[in-house]
């Protein structure tokens, strides 16, 4: 009996050994489960690191390039759209890239890259107004208006204080005899850049078509204030001098457009009617 209790106890000790090794196996799987997964993810992250690095590095390189076209858009427009090409390599999403290299396209006269290059900037971002302003320049350009409008009308919607987009609107509903929708334009443009001086002549341009002299004065003067250096601003007033039949005015204004710029036709033809004028009065 005694022999069979120590077998007993022996038994028990036997089981409670043989669970503490099948638990101690079990932490023993987990851990290295545990390590495995350790691994793993220390694996992935190594992975997604050297994405991220080269991923970094091709922005790098695409900022550089980009900066660098930019750069050279003044001094060298083919250099310029070379290196747009490679920034578009780097990065066939760019919507800015192709947007810039299609003005210089536009200044190259390269009409058809230009286009494209405009609708693929404007598909790769929907929401580019400077895309549908520029591509509404290059519709004006090429005669066909309605395009021209609905591209200025939707860079406007996009971005409501672009003043240049009132502007070239205002211009293009100068040319379709739109002259209160045009004044609209010109206000507006002038609203949110106080010291546009194109837009002050060109609304003088417009008030003189209306016969608003006294205003008309007013504009072109701020925009000589702002710049005087630009010829077209003195025909500007010149032409409403002649209109308010101030001839002699108008002669030293027109003199001094020439002496800006001495190969506009229509100068020497507008002063040559105010001499006329006044030989009649003599």
Avoid: W
Avoid at 60 to 76: G, Q
Avoid at 258 to 281: N, P, Q
């Amino acid at each position: 009996a005694k022999d069979a209790k120590n077998d007993a106890e022996a038994a028990k000790k036997d089981a409670v050994s043989a669970k503490s090794d099948s638990d101690s196996a079990k932490a023993s799987l987990n851990a290295v489960q545990e390590l495995k997964k350790d691994v793993e993810t220390i694996k992935q992250k190594i992975v997604k690191s050297e994405e991220n690095a080269k991923r970094a590095a091709r922005r790098a390189m695409v900022s550089k390039l980009f900066a660098e076209a930019f750069a050279e858009s003044e001094k060298n427009s083919q250099k310029a759209i070379e290196l747009y090409t490679e920034v578009i390599k780097c990065d066939n999403k760019n919507a800015n890239a192709y947007n810039n290299r299609a003005n210089l396209y536009d200044e190259l006269g390269k009409i058809d890259e230009a286009m494209a290059d405009y609708n693929k900037a404007i598909e790769l971002n929907p929401n580019y107004a400077n895309a549908y302003y520029n591509r509404a320049n290059l519709y004006y350009n090429l005669g066909k208006t309605d395009e021209a409008m609905e591209g200025y009308t939707k860079a406007i919607e996009l971005n409501p204080n672009y003043a240049n987009a009132y502007y070239n609107r205002a211009n293009l509903y100068v040319d379709l005899g739109k002259k209160h929708e045009a004044m609209e334009d010109y206000n507006k443009a002038i609203e949110l850049d106080p010291n546009y001086a194109n837009a002050y002549n060109n609304r003088a341009d417009l008030r003189l078509k209306l016969h608003q002299c006294d205003k008309a004065l007013e504009d072109v003067n701020r925009a000589i204030s702002l710049d005087n250096k630009k010829y077209a601003y003195y025909i500007t007033k010149g032409e409403i001098y002649m209109d308010m039949k101030k001839y002699l005015d108008a002669i030293k204004e027109f003199t001094f457009a020439l002496s800006l710029k001495d190969d506009v036709k229509d100068v020497y033809k507008y002063r040559g009617e105010c001499y006329r004028e006044l030989a009649k009065v003599n």
